[in-house]
């Protein structure tokens, strides 16, 4: 008898601390904000690859109302190079590559609206590497 209701007293135990879960997806909220132009970039496109000395034609939708941009290749989030400053936000720019670049698969071209920081856009990850 005694051993009856300690598994009673056990099930019923586990049975109330299972009832107060909530079990939520593990999935993070969307990042895309309603009303945003999200598809800026239409050159490099995600996974290109470009050998060293090659031209990356940067090719994207104009993301704010600044005449000028910033452009940035970055690796990971982390700068690598500044391709210029100042340039003219007309839509399109082409990078000359050269041997001296680090060789990766992680790279993206991140354009900054100079006027503010906070406004920027990334493009897919591309790669450059020795031929």
């Known amino acids: 008898m ?11 135990l586990s049975m109330i601390s299972c009832r107060n879960n909530n079990f939520t997806p593990s999935e993070p909220e ?10 800026i970039f239409e050159q490099p ?10 031209i990356v034609p940067i090719k994207y939708k104009s993301f704010s109302n600044s ?3 910033d452009i940035h290749v ?18 399109s ?3 000359h590559t050269n041997e001296n670049i680090i060789p990766s698969v ?3 071209i991140k354009l900054i609206d100079p006027k503010d920081e906070r406004i920027y856009a990334l493009s897919e990850s591309f790669a450059v590497i020795p031929p």
């Open 67 to 69: 005449k000028t941009i």
């Open 30 to 39: 969307s990042q895309i904000n309603p009303g945003v132009d999200f598809q």
């Open 106 to 108: 992680h790279y993206q």
């Open 93 to 95: 720019y082409s990078w």
């Open 45 to 54: 496109e995600k996974a290109d690859i470009y050998y060293f000395g090659d």
């Open 2 to 12: 005694k051993r009856k209701s300690i598994l009673l007293l056990i099930l019923a």
């Open 74 to 91: 970055v690796k990971k989030g982390t700068l690598m190079y500044v391709i210029g400053t100042g340039i003219q936000n007309t839509g």
